[in-house]
């Protein structure tokens, strides 16, 4: 099955109030615990959060790694004001965590972040992304030397009716503007290989590995040199 973009940003205030209000609670923190195995910040660290959407992945790296630094990027206004307002609810919960608008293009991560990171992190932003190369250059820019990275996404099924059956099985109850999220999403996913490719065409398949993750998802992860 060819790949389908979907648009880059969820910028409708109704599509990122659908996603807020979703439970991937489960999803999000196998995303933590695969990172506390990978990764372990230490005291002094700093993770980037690319795409981090309404925070959902950024609340549980501050929570569950307070000595690490936490920054939330993402280029779309309406999901960082519902991640803006979830830190705002509970003042002082999270003292090292913050969200920042930044876009991914082919210049990078604009504005820049005047920090480097030592973790760089990324869940369900790749398959947004038209040319996904965009991703792939900004992470040695954004990298602390010997920085850590973990992405995870949606892998693209071979079939229409393999994406239909994906949604059945996980997302019948949700709200109709999330399923059509969801099978977007799963057209404009990469495959294991065509991700094998970019991380060549990058220069970073000596640093960084991608797998298959059960029966929807992929993951790349590895430490940069330098
Ligand atoms: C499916 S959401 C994932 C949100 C979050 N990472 C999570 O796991 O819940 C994808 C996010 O990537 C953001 N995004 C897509 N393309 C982007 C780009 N070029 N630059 C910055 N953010 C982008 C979208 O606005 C959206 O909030």
Do not use: K
Request: glycine share 8%; proline share 7%.
């Amino acid at each position: 099955m060819d790949r389908i973009c979907e648009p880059e940003l969820m910028d409708e205030r109704a599509q990122a109030l659908a996603y807020a209000a979703a439970d991937f609670s489960a999803g999000d923190q196998a995303v933590v615990e695969r990172i506390a195995a990978l990764v372990q910040p230490q005291t002094g660290a700093a993770l980037l959060d690319l795409g981090c959407g309404p925070g959902n992945i950024s609340f549980r790296l501050a929570e569950r790694f307070p000595q690490a630094r936490v920054l939330g990027v993402d280029g779309a206004a309406a999901m960082l004001q519902i991640a803006r307002d979830r830190l705002a609810g509970a003042p002082g919960r999270w003292p090292a965590l913050a969200f920042a608008q930044g876009l991914l293009g082919s210049g990078g991560l604009e504005p820049c972040p005047p920090a480097r990171f030592t973790a760089l992190i990324s869940n369900s932003l790749l398959h947004h992304l038209h040319d996904p190369r965009v991703l792939w250059n900004a992470l040695v820019p954004l990298a602390a030397p010997g920085a850590s990275v973990y992405i995870r996404d949606l892998r693209r099924p071979a079939s229409p009716e393999a994406v239909l059956a994906l949604r059945e099985r996980h997302l019948a109850e949700a709200p109709p503007v999330l399923q059509r999220d969801y099978v977007a999403s799963l057209h404009a996913a990469f495959t294991v290989s065509e991700v094998r490719q970019q991380l060549v065409d990058a220069g970073l398949a000596d640093q960084l590995q991608v797998a298959a993750l059960d029966d929807r998802y992929l993951e790349v992860w590895g430490r940069l040199a330098g």
